[in-house]
C-alpha cells in the first residue's frame, strides 16, 4: 500500500472552444452543454486573451513543494495541499482547449503553441486535410487528441475525450493522503464505483474530506451526500473504536458481520453519547477483497467558512449577473 496517494475530487470547469463558423459553435453548445462554464470564441486573438488571463492559475504547480509542503510540516495530519472548497475560481479554470485547425488568425495548432503556458488538455479538430498536420502535431507532443469533423463517431470521441479532461484537470486539485490514509479511495476499482454514483445520481462534484476520511458529494442544486469506502484495515480500525469508546456490542456485531455501515458524519468514527447514527448496507467492491462502499444522503453537510459549492457559486455569479444589468438600465 502506497504511503502517499492522491485523493478523488471533481468538480464542474470550463472547455473553451475556438471556431471561425459561429453555426459549428452553436451546434457545440448543443452537443455539449456542460455545467454553463463553457466559453466559445469565433475570433482566436479574443480567445488567447482570456486563456492568457489564466496562465498565471494553472501552471504547473507541484503540492508537495514549497509553500503547501511548509505547511503540512507545520500542522502535521493526514494530508498536504490546499483545500480546493475553499478556492471560488476553481469553476472557472480551463481544463480543455477544443480549437478548430483552419481559421483566418492562425491555425489551431498555432493557437495552441501560443497557449503551451495554460496547464490543460489541447484538443484539436480538423478537416480531413488537414489530418496529416494533426498527426505531426500530435507526435511532436503540441496537441493531446485530435478528431476530425467529418468523422461520423466525431460527437462520442470528443465527447470521451473532454469528460477524460475535466477528470484529469480536477484529479490534480485534491488533497494528498499521507500515511496510506484514505488509500481505498485512490484504487482505480473504488475510484469507479464512485464515477458510476455521480452518472447515476447526477452528481457534478465531489470531494475526499480528510477529517472524516470520506468523500463529500453535491448535485447541482447543491443537495449533499457522503461516500465511504471501507477496506478490512479500515473495517477493524472502525470496529475497535466501538469497542474502546464503549459502544453498543450490537453495533460492532453488526459491522464486524458487514451488515451495516455506519456514517458518523461530520465524524470519522464512532463517539461516545451519539445520539443519532445513519446506517447503510455497504456494497462489495467488484474485484477487491472485503473492501465495500456506501452513499447515504446528508441533511446537512457542516460546512466549514469560506467553502463553497458549485450551486452557491452559481448563485452569486446569476446575483452578479442581475446587478451589472440593473446597473446598465438605470445607465440608460
Known amino acids: 500500500m502506497s504511503s502517499i496517494v492522491r485523493q478523488p475530487v471533481y468538480h464542474p470547469v470550463s472547455v473553451v472552444f475556438v471556431d471561425d463558423s459561429p453555426d459549428f459553435l452553436h451546434a457545440l453548445r448543443g452537443l455539449f452543454p456542460g455545467a454553463g462554464t463553457d466559453r466559445y470564441f469565433t475570433?482566436?486573438?479574443?480567445?488567447?486573451?482570456?486563456?492568457?488571463?489564466?496562465?498565471?492559475?494553472?501552471?504547473?504547480?507541484?503540492?508537495?513543494?514549497?509553500?503547501?509542503?511548509?505547511?503540512?510540516?507545520?500542522?502535521?495530519?493526514?494530508?498536504?495541499?490546499?483545500?480546493?472548497?475553499?478556492?471560488?475560481?476553481?469553476?472557472?479554470?480551463?481544463?480543455?482547449?477544443?480549437?478548430?485547425?483552419?481559421?483566418?488568425?492562425?491555425?489551431?495548432?498555432?493557437?495552441?503553441?501560443?497557449?503551451?503556458?495554460?496547464?490543460?488538455?489541447?484538443?484539436?479538430?480538423?478537416?480531413?486535410?488537414?489530418?496529416?498536420?494533426?498527426?505531426?502535431?500530435?507526435?511532436?507532443?503540441?496537441?493531446?487528441?485530435?478528431?476530425?469533423?467529418?468523422?461520423p463517431a466525431m460527437t462520442r470521441k470528443l465527447r470521451g475525450a473532454i469528460d477524460d479532461a475535466k477528470r484529469r484537470f480536477c484529479a490534480r486539485r485534491g488533497h494528498i493522503g499521507v500515511h496510506g490514509v484514505g488509500a481505498v479511495y485512490a484504487n482505480r476499482r473504488t475510484a469507479e464505483v464512485l464515477h458510476a454514483l455521480a452518472l447515476r445520481e447526477r452528481i457534478v462534484e465531489y470531494y475526499w474530506r480528510p477529517e472524516q476520511n470520506a468523500v463529500l458529494t453535491f448535485d447541482a442544486e447543491g443537495n449533499a451526500g457522503v461516500f465511504l469506502a471501507w477496506d478490512s484495515h479500515d473495517w477493524a480500525a472502525q470496529?475497535?473504536?466501538?469497542?474502546?469508546?464503549?459502544?453498543?456490542?450490537?453495533?460492532?456485531?453488526?459491522?464486524?458481520?458487514?451488515?451495516?455501515?455506519?456514517?458518523?458524519?461530520?465524524?470519522?468514527?464512532?463517539?461516545?453519547?451519539?445520539?443519532?447514527?445513519?446506517?447503510?448496507?455497504?456494497?462489495?467492491?467488484?474485484?477487491?477483497?472485503?473492501?465495500?462502499?456506501?452513499?447515504?444522503?446528508?441533511?446537512?453537510?457542516?460546512?466549514?467558512?469560506?467553502?463553497i459549492t458549485f450551486a452557491a457559486w452559481r448563485r452569486a455569479e446569476r446575483g452578479s449577473a442581475r446587478d451589472v444589468s440593473r446597473s446598465a438600465s438605470s445607465v440608460e
Open 43 to 151: 475570433g482566436a486573438g479574443e480567445a488567447l486573451a482570456f486563456v492568457g488571463s489564466h496562465e498565471a492559475r494553472q501552471s504547473a504547480r507541484n503540492p508537495a513543494a514549497g509553500a503547501a509542503w511548509s505547511e503540512f510540516e507545520k500542522r502535521g495530519g493526514n494530508a498536504l495541499g490546499e483545500d480546493v472548497m475553499a478556492d471560488a475560481a476553481r469553476f472557472s479554470d480551463i481544463a480543455a482547449l477544443v480549437v478548430d485547425y483552419e481559421m483566418p488568425e492562425m491555425t489551431g495548432i498555432e493557437f495552441l503553441a501560443a497557449a503551451k503556458d495554460v496547464a490543460c488538455t489541447r484538443i484539436l479538430l480538423t478537416a480531413t486535410a488537414d489530418e496529416s498536420h494533426a498527426v505531426e502535431a500530435f507526435n511532436a507532443g503540441l496537441i493531446d487528441f485530435y478528431v476530425k469533423k467529418s468523422d
Open 239 to 307: 470496529c475497535d473504536v466501538v469497542t474502546d469508546e464503549g459502544g453498543p456490542a450490537a453495533l460492532r456485531e453488526e459491522m464486524a458481520a458487514r451488515r451495516i455501515m455506519p456514517v458518523y458524519w461530520p465524524h470519522e468514527a464512532y463517539r461516545p453519547g451519539m445520539s443519532r447514527v445513519a446506517f447503510a448496507t455497504p456494497q462489495p467492491v467488484p474485484g477487491l477483497d472485503d473492501t465495500h462502499t456506501s452513499w447515504t444522503r446528508l441533511d446537512e453537510p457542516g460546512l466549514a467558512p469560506g467553502l
